[in-house]
């Protein structure tokens, strides 16, 4: 049950702040992978959603679930590393619970299928094992590389 730290998720990921979602991978097997993301109060989207109420936007859990399956992708598909992933669709998408400044968001993500250029994934969002959004995910990769901003 390996595990990746943040330098190594930013040698798999072109995402650097304020867009980077993931903070650890706790686990990675070859078609699944549990990502953390630590929800702070310090994140740029709480200024606006919403001022006496932070909640943090569903699209962004969304982008955390992608960024965690693309990490998986990058470790199986290595020909895929430093190409250009894109979100090609998300199904089924539902939030049952408002995930705010303070919780600890923990993304699973299981690979339903891969080719070349397309991987489809199921995934679940829990705090402390609640389902905070569910969703299947297809990512499309395009051939463009794409350079990471740099590390600092």
Do not use: W
Not at 122 to 139: I, R, S
């Amino acid at each position: 049950m390996p595990s990746l730290d943040i330098q190594e998720i930013l040698t798999l990921l072109p995402h650097r702040y304020p867009m980077l979602m993931v903070d650890r991978v706790v686990e990675i097997t070859e078609d699944s992978i549990v990502g953390i993301k630590n929800v702070t109060f310090n994140e740029p989207h709480f200024t606006g959603h919403f001022p006496s109420l932070p909640v943090m936007p569903g699209v962004l859990i969304i982008e955390a679930m992608a960024q965690v399956a693309g990490i998986l992708v990058g470790k199986l598909a290595p020909h895929t590393r430093g190409k250009a992933m894109f979100l090609a669709s998300v199904d089924e998408a539902k939030f049952r619970r408002p995930v705010v400044p303070g919780d600890q968001l923990r993304i699973e993500m299981k690979l339903l299928k891969l080719k070349y250029s397309v991987a489809k994934m199921q995934g679940t969002a829990t705090v402390d094992g609640n389902v905070a959004a569910e969703a299947m995910l297809m990512c499309k990769m395009i051939d463009k590389p794409l350079e990471a901003a740099p590390t600092p």
